[in-house]
C-alpha cells in the first residue's frame, strides 16, 4: 500500500513586492492611463488621493509616499489631464492634489 505525503513544498517568494510585479519604486502611472477617465463632459474636475498613489506603487495605504512620489504623481496626472484635453480640443480640467500628511516611514 502506497501513502501520499501530507507536506507540500512551499515556494520561496524572493524579491521585492515591486520587483515581483515588475514595477520599480519610482514608477508613475503612464499619463496615457488618464485618458480613458477623461470625460470633460461628465467631470469638472479631478481628486488625487495618497490611497490612489500608494495603490498604483503597490504599497499599503500607510502614509509611506515621500513627497517626491507625490509630486511625481501629480505631475503625471496634470501631464495626462493637459495631453488627453489637447487631442480632444477641450480645456484641461484641474487636478486637486490631497497631498497634506504622510511622507514619513515605517517608524516615524
Known sequence: E????????????????NERIGRSESSNPPPQLLRWAYCPTLFEACF????????????PDTQLISYDKMVGAANAASE???SSALEMGVNPIPCLADADTGYGNATS
Open 80 to 82: 495626462g489631464l493637459s
Open 2 to 17: 502506497q501513502r501520499m505525503s501530507r507536506t507540500t513544498a512551499v515556494p520561496r517568494i524572493t524579491g521585492t513586492r
Open 48 to 59: 488625487m488621493t495618497g490611497f490612489g498613489v500608494s495603490a498604483v506603487k503597490a504599497l
